[in-house]
């Protein structure tokens, strides 16, 4: 597959200005986007996504390694390599708050070359889609947070560009908004033909969006793999097993040495069993243990793993991977 974004060896450094202290937000990264691809950069607070983003859009600029878009490096021809990439970053720095969103969608549209009368359909098509066209008179800076951002995604849109930066996209809207945000992506993903990267805390917007995903923690890449694969690699099963009773000294033995992660909690009456698994059939051995003394269960249930609880597992490097 064609690449169209390749990050190489970038490091960033800032220098805080009391203590004049030194600290490594991004340390040596590398990883590529092909062409048509959503990536995920996903990471804890203070990580280095906002670092990376800005890197990539050319507000920074890396003390080491390169950035190529299309194959032309950011540092040797920037205003050549940046014609290719819009960026929504956090607080909307794209918009003009003292335009209106139709003024602010022309304005850009103007950007382009394009005439008002040329792109007219266009800005209609997309104050529909965005649900933005009850506002289109409306000043930006009178427009919810939830609104602004959609703003900044269609104007985003509007640029062409073959690559869309978004950082944290969702951060900050309410359920509703935040919904109607990760819709409206969808809807990009699946109709514009473009390359996005977005950054985000948010797992259903990786989860839903994403066909790969970057997990970057202290400024290094612990993962780049896809999502789907993620998820394989971590498909373990959380059981509770409830038992009318308890178990026996030897049989407790039995499980630890067959499942030395198994939680058994006793209670008064009752005791629980907690166990991880990664295959199913593994619950039949347990049973075994069980029947040896005949021991009543009650109930079991069962839990699949969510993307989130990938994440967490990954960044307390429960796992080893190969880079991709
Ligand atoms: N302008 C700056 N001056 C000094 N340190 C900075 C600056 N910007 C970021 N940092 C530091 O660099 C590190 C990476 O920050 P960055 O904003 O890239 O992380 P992030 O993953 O986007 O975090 P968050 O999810 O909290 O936004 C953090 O330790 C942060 O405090």
């Not at 969103?101 to 040329?118: D, I, P, Q």
Request: hydrophobic fraction near 40%; charged fraction near 30%; proline fraction near 2%.
């Amino acid at each position: 597959m064609e690449s169209i974004i390749e990050v190489r060896n970038i490091k960033k450094t800032y220098k805080k200005r009391k203590s004049k202290e030194i600290i490594t937000a991004v340390n040596d990264i590398s990883f590529t986007v092909n062409k048509g691809e959503i990536l995920g950069l996903l990471g804890p607070n203070g990580a280095g996504k906002t670092t990376t983003i800005k890197l990539i859009c050319g507000l920074l600029i890396p003390d080491s390694g390169f950035i190529k878009v299309n194959g032309i490096d950011t540092q040797e021809k920037r205003l050549h390599a940046l014609r290719h990439i819009s960026a929504v970053l956090e607080g909307n720095r794209n918009l003009y708050w003292r335009l209106t969103v139709r003024e602010n969608l022309e304005y850009f549209a103007g950007n382009r070359g394009k005439s008002r009368k040329e792109v007219a359909l266009e800005i209609d098509d997309l104050l529909e889609k965005f649900r933005l066209k009850e506002k289109e008179k409306e000043l930006v800076n009178r427009l919810s947070r939830g609104m602004q951002q959609k703003l900044a995604i269609a104007v985003a849109m509007l640029a062409d560009s073959e690559v869309i930066l978004l950082d944290e996209p969702t951060l900050g809207l309410d359920v509703e908004t935040g919904y109607e945000v990760r819709e409206m992506l969808q809807d990009i993903v699946k109709n514009y033909n473009r390359t996005i990267i977005i950054s985000s805390h948010d797992m259903d917007v990786i989860q839903n969006l994403c066909e790969r995903t970057v997990i970057i923690n202290h400024g290094e890449i612990v993962t780049n793999d896809k999502v789907d694969n993620l998820l394989r690699l971590f498909d373990v099963r959380a059981y509770t097993i409830t038992l009318d009773g308890f178990l026996s000294e030897h049989q407790q033995q039995l499980l630890l040495q067959k499942f030395p992660q198994l939680e058994y909690i006793p209670d008064t009456i009752q005791s629980t069993l907690k166990v991880d698994l990664t295959k199913s059939e593994e619950i039949y051995d347990l049973f075994d243990v069980l029947k040896l003394e005949h021991t009543p269960v009650e109930s079991i249930d069962k839990k699949t793993v969510n993307f989130e609880e990938v994440f967490m597992k990954i960044v307390k490097g429960e796992k080893q991977y190969a880079m991709v």
